[in-house]
């Protein structure tokens, strides 16, 4: 069974830019969350999608949105670059989006913002 | 708000050794799922074991093990028998809803030496 295939794995954009992020999650996982991880800030959580539906979305400004299609494949945006926006974006999904579904994350994009 | 906390940032030993990660965490809810990741240099975050709230008894994984202190909020982690394998950063998370939205803590560097 494959496992959460996030693409690109590296992507270098431009201050300003907007930047789109995939996530394919395990076959027959409905729900699949985004993570930002950086050094200063650790793992920080975005937000979560079940069938097609956000349900849960961190503290992150609106300049980062996502969506859900309805093969349960997730896409994050991250719009009007900044800096501070380079980070590993971590994707995850699980079964059924439960306590007792845990967490597959993919091997992550690397976004470098210069 | 509910937070992880990792005070050891790097850990050694050698390999055959056991070793114990700690990790304490603070909400006020009682019913919650508690995890440990560990991140090897592929960046994927895998699960190496997990815990709820509500059970007692310790989890066990093969060589990986819970101390799992309610009360005094500790959940710490023992690799038993460890191996260069195991050699990657663990993050402690805590599960705040039932929608997969970790609190991760910033994690421990673990280097198994041969």
């Known amino acids: 069974k494959a496992g959460v295939t996030q693409t690109p794995r590296y992507l270098i954009k431009t201050r300003g830019q907007q930047v789109t992020l995939s996530c394919s999650p395990i076959?027959?996982?409905?729900?699949v969350s985004w993570y930002q991880q950086t050094p200063g800030q650790g793992l920080q959580f975005l937000f979560e999608y079940f069938s097609e539906t956000q349900r849960n979305k961190g503290n992150f400004p609106g300049r980062f949105s996502g969506r859900q299609f309805s093969n349960s494949r997730s896409e994050m945006n991250v719009s009007t670059l900044e800096l501070g926006d380079s980070a590993l974006y971590l994707c995850?999904?699980?079964?059924?989006?439960?306590?007792?579904?845990?967490?597959?994350f993919g091997n992550g994009t690397r976004l470098t913002v210069t | 708000a509910q937070t992880v906390t990792q005070s050891q940032p790097e850990m050694s030993v050698q390999e055959a050794e056991t070793v114990t990660l700690s990790c304490t965490y603070d909400?006020?809810?009682?019913?919650?799922?508690l995890f440990w990741y560990k991140q090897p240099p592929s960046r994927q975050m895998i699960l190496v074991i997990r815990q709820e709230a509500y059970k007692q008894q310790n989890a066990t994984e093969n060589r990986f093990s819970v101390n799992f202190q309610k009360a005094a909020k500790s959940f710490s982690l023992k690799i038993s028998d460890s191996q260069l394998g195991d050699t990657a950063m663990y993050f402690c998370?805590?599960?705040?809803?039932?929608?997969?939205?970790?609190?991760f803590g910033q994690g421990t560097r673990l280097t198994i030496n041969p």
């Open positions: 998370a805590f599960d705040i809803q039932g929608a997969q939205k970790l609190v």
């Open positions: 076959s027959g996982h409905r729900s």
């Open positions: 995850a999904s699980s079964l059924v989006g439960s306590r007792n579904s845990p967490l597959h």
């Open positions: 909400t006020s809810e009682n019913n919650y799922y």
